[in-house]
DNA sequence: CACAAAACATGACTATTGTCATGTTTTATT
DNA sequence: AATAAAACATGACAATAGTCATGTTTTGTG
C-alpha cells in the first residue's frame, strides 16, 4: 500500500486508462466524472476519506476505467497493485465481506440518485444534492452547517444533470428564501429541514 | 436453495419489507421499482436469467429493500436465508469474488445510467434503452431483432424517467424512421446502428 | 497591489417535455 | 364473439430548463 499526493489540475486515473491500481482516498476530496462527446461533464460521486474508487468500480469488474478520478485540491490517495488486493480479498473474507457490503450500499446510493434524475425537477435535484453534501461533510456552525468540500455551482451543475445557468438561478432562489448562503469556498446550509422537504416533495 | 414461483399482480418483495432472502432470477423477468411520494414510478432495471437481486442490493448491506421486485409475467426465482448466504460467501472465496464482480459490474452499468440521465434528451435516453434491451434480450428475426420481454410504452418510460405521452411520440416517430416496429408484445428493433448513433450524439 | 481568470449573475428567447383532455385500437377475459 | 380494460395516439397548452449574450463580482497569482 504506497501513499501518493495529487495536486489541482492533475488526475488520479483518466476515463480509459487500465485498471492497474486500487485505490482509497485518504485526504481530500476526490471526483469521478465521465464526460459525453460534445465536451460536457457528468459528476458521477465526490468520494471522501475512507471511501474505496468504486465509483469507478472497474477495479472490480473491467480493465479499463469508465470514468476519470480528479482531486478537488490537494488529496492523499493509498494504492495497491490490483493483483495484490485480490490475493488479499481471497485470503480475507472479512476483508471481502467489507467490500460486498460497501459495493451494495454504493449500488443503492447510485440507484436512489437515479431515482432522483428520473423523476424530481432542477430544485429538487439541487436540494437533494445539498443534503447528502451537508450530511455527509458539514460541520456546525454559528449560522448552519458549513459544507467543507469547496464547491462551485458549475460543480453543483455538473453533479445534478442541470446547466451551471439554472444551479446559479435556483442558488439565488435558495439564499432568497434563506435556505443557503456563500458561494463555493464558503456554503452553509441554513435550513436543512426545509431542504430535506423541497427534496421529497 | 429453494424455488419459488411468482406470477403477474404479485410481489416477490415490496420497498421496506425486511430483508430475509437472497435472490436469483431462474426464468422470466423482474422488473425493480422504486415508487415516489406522489405515486410516480421508476424503474431501476429489469433482471433476466441469472441476474442476482442486487439492483436491490439491500440484500448485501441493509435491513429493509429499498425498492419492489415485481415478476413481469411468470417467474420462478431462487431464494436462500441471508444467513445460509453470507456464510457460503465466506467459506467461499471464489463465489465472494464472483460477487465483487458482478456488484462492480452492476455499479458501472449504474453509473452509466447516471450519466444518460443527467446528459440526454428524451429520444437518446429511449435509443439508449432499446439498445441495451435489444443487446441483453432480443432475438434476431427476418426484420430485426425481437425484444423477448413484453414492455408497454408506459414501462419504457418509466426506464428512462418520461412520461408515457413523450414515450409514445418518440417510439412514434422512431416508426416512422424505420428504427422500430410493433408494440409491446411484439417490439423488433429494425436498425440498431442508427439507433446506437441517436444514442449518442 | 494589479491584473487576469474564474465564478456569479441576469435578461431575452427557445427548445424540450409535461399536463390534460379526448378518442381510437389492441389485448385479455368471460 | 362480446365486452371491459389496457395500451396507443394526438392536439392544445403550460411549465420547465436550456441557450446565448453580456455584465459584475470574487478569487487567485505574479
Do not use: W
Request: aromatic share 6%.
Amino acid at each position: 500500500m504506497t501513499e501518493t499526493r495529487y495536486g489541482k489540475g492533475e488526475y488520479i486515473f483518466r476515463e480509459g486508462d487500465p485498471t492497474e491500481y486500487f485505490h482509497i482516498v485518504k485526504e481530500g476530496s476526490v471526483k469521478c466524472v465521465k464526460l459525453s462527446l460534445d465536451g460536457k461533464e457528468c459528476t458521477l460521486k465526490v468520494l471522501m476519506p475512507g471511501d474505496l474508487f468504486c465509483c469507478d468500480a472497474a477495479t472490480f469488474d473491467g480493465a479499463y476505467h469508465p470514468g476519470t478520478a480528479q482531486p478537488m485540491g490537494d488529496v492523499s490517495v493509498l494504492r495497491m497493485k490490483k493483483e495484490a488486493y485480490f490475493k488479499m480479498l481471497r485470503a480475507n473474507p472479512d476483508a471481502a465481506m467489507e467490500v460486498i457490503r460497501y459495493l451494495g450500499n454504493r449500488l443503492n446510493e447510485a440507484q436512489e440518485k437515479a431515482k432522483v434524475f428520473a423523476l424530481d425537477r432542477a430544485d429538487q435535484r439541487l436540494a437533494s444534492l445539498l443534503v447528502n453534501l451537508a450530511e455527509r461533510s458539514g460541520v456546525q456552525e454559528s449560522n448552519g452547517l458549513r459544507i467543507t468540500v469547496r464547491l462551485t455551482r458549475q460543480d453543483m451543475a455538473n453533479m445534478v444533470g442541470i446547466t451551471t445557468e439554472t444551479a446559479i438561478r435556483i442558488m439565488a432562489r435558495f439564499k432568497k428564501d434563506r435556505l443557503v448562503t456563500g458561494t463555493a469556498a464558503r456554503l452553509v446550509i441554513r435550513d436543512l429541514p426545509k431542504l430535506k422537504l423541497l427534496a421529497s416533495t
